[in-house]
């Protein structure tokens, strides 16, 4: 069955240092993969979009990587802050007609000072 | 509008009752998204339209789901007999396929649905 797994439990780092998330899944073909960040209460808010055919895409502290071989992405935050606390969603966007979205469960980040 | 409105923002509902949920997109957003959210869950894709296409129905966990969108703007999600599995926040979403990044989903801020 198709399936997006991301780190079930909460990421507990220190201030300063680089956060990594994990977003793996299977039997999917995707053209592209997404980044979302959701804090309590609010809808999920774009982060970041990689393409099948890119291997690294970056915007200021964030850095996504993309590795259809192995079918994860890894999406980082550097010299992280407790402001980057929130939930971190991975997104494919499956194209099987429609545009429709398939959603990780996310993951917990907690950025201790 | 400056973003994707949904109201209300929270509904109690005792069991067995109807219930409408409604999302205003960003305008000339072509694309609109429903989606569930339990506790503790990712996001669980319902339904979704794309202009005058016929929607994609396909996420609707039973025939007690609908959803409407009418002139190509505002949606209304209908739950109806409302059952206590029903209760999460339903996030609406919205997104233009037709200029700039066309992949990037603006959401609402939800509507927290409790079935008691």
């Known amino acids: 069955s198709q399936k997006i797994e991301q780190n079930s439990e909460a990421l507990n780092i220190q201030e300063g240092k680089t956060a990594t998330l994990t977003c793996n899944y299977t039997?999917?073909?995707?053209?592209?993969l997404q980044w979302y960040r959701q804090d309590p209460g609010r809808g999920p808010v774009f982060l970041l979009l990689?393409?099948?055919?890119?291997k690294e895409k970056r915007k200021e502290r964030l850095k996504v990587t993309f590795d259809t071989t192995l079918k994860q992405s890894l999406f980082h935050i550097t010299a992280s802050q407790p402001a980057d606390s929130a939930t971190y969603l991975c997104a494919l966007d499956v194209y099987s007609g429609t545009y429709k979205y398939i959603f990780g469960t996310g993951t917990r980040l907690k950025v201790l000072a | 509008g400056a973003g994707v409105s949904q109201s209300p923002s929270n509904k109690v509902t005792e069991k067995g009752k109807d219930v409408e949920l409604r999302c205003d997109p960003i305008s000339g957003h072509t694309a609109l998204y429903w989606y569930r959210q339990s506790l503790g869950q990712g996001l669980e894709f319902l339904i979704y339209f794309q202009g005058n296409s016929a929607p994609d129905k396909s996420g609707l966990p039973s025939d007690r789901f609908s959803a409407e969108r009418t002139g190509g703007s505002v949606s209304t999600l209908t739950i109806q007999r409302t059952q206590q599995e029903d209760s999460a926040v339903y996030l609406c979403?919205?997104?233009?396929?037709?200029?700039?990044?066309?992949?990037?989903?603006?959401f609402g801020p939800g509507t927290r649905l409790t079935v008691t």
């Open positions: 990689i393409r099948e055919n890119e």
């Open positions: 979403a919205s997104r233009d396929l037709l200029a700039g990044v066309p992949y990037e989903q603006y």
């Open positions: 039997n999917y073909s995707p053209a592209y």
